[in-house]
């Protein structure tokens, strides 16, 4: 994929673009969750560099070793490098075991569970940006919003902006590289970091970016397959509420 030529001309148009949009919506700032992954650090970091106030959360929920240090790496070094970024940490674990106690026999079905899990770090995530005033940052790029819907529809696709939604993953590892993102997270296997296990999404998807990205961007490859079916399956996330209209 070599769409882009000029990655620090990207960083500022998608910077320029987050802070237009904030200070045309009359809130204060931005709330975006670190999971340890290159793109919520992408994300993230995008949003400091706007220069306004940036809320950045770590929340974990029986987090991996190797993912909990990963995101702490990204939130000491956001709040190292800029001034304007406020790092919060949250340990949700016990909430979450609350919760699937409470459900009891509802809360068997683990792809359930795992979405829940999504959706009450953006419950957290909401709950700071309207405490705080804030657009909640999304962290999903073209072939996980657009392409297979691999997302948490009301969890991590529960958003105000999406500031790297088009841009494919290969891109955002590029742009990862050039906001100088640690590069343990860059070379990091992706991962949703849902499962108490160490799945990355290619496992969970069955095939990857670089192969999705060819089947969507020219329709060839071995991933064309896998493509169609994830998009038919998930179009009642990716697309319009359907409203029964008089």
Known sequence: MNRINDYAELTSKISYWLKDYLESSGLGSFVVGVSGGIDSAVSSTLAAETGLPVFALGMSIHQHEEHQTLSDAHLDWLDNRYENVTVLRFDLTNTFETFRYDM???????????????????????????????????????????????????????????????????????LGRHLGVDQRIVDAAPTDGLWEDKRTDEDQIGASYVDLEEAMENGTGPAVDILERYNKLNQHKMSPIPTFKL
Do not use: H
């Open 104 to 174: 009891e026999r509802f809360a068997t079905d683990e792809l359930a569970l795992a979405n829940s899990r999504a959706r009450l770090r953006m419950m957290t995530a909401y709950q700071i940006a309207g405490q705080y005033k804030g657009l909640v940052v999304g962290t999903g790029n073209k072939v996980e919003d657009y392409g297979i819907g691999f997302f948490t529809k009301y969890g991590d696709g529960g958003v105000d902006i999406a500031p790297i939604a088009d841009l494919y993953k290969s891109e955002v590892w590029e």
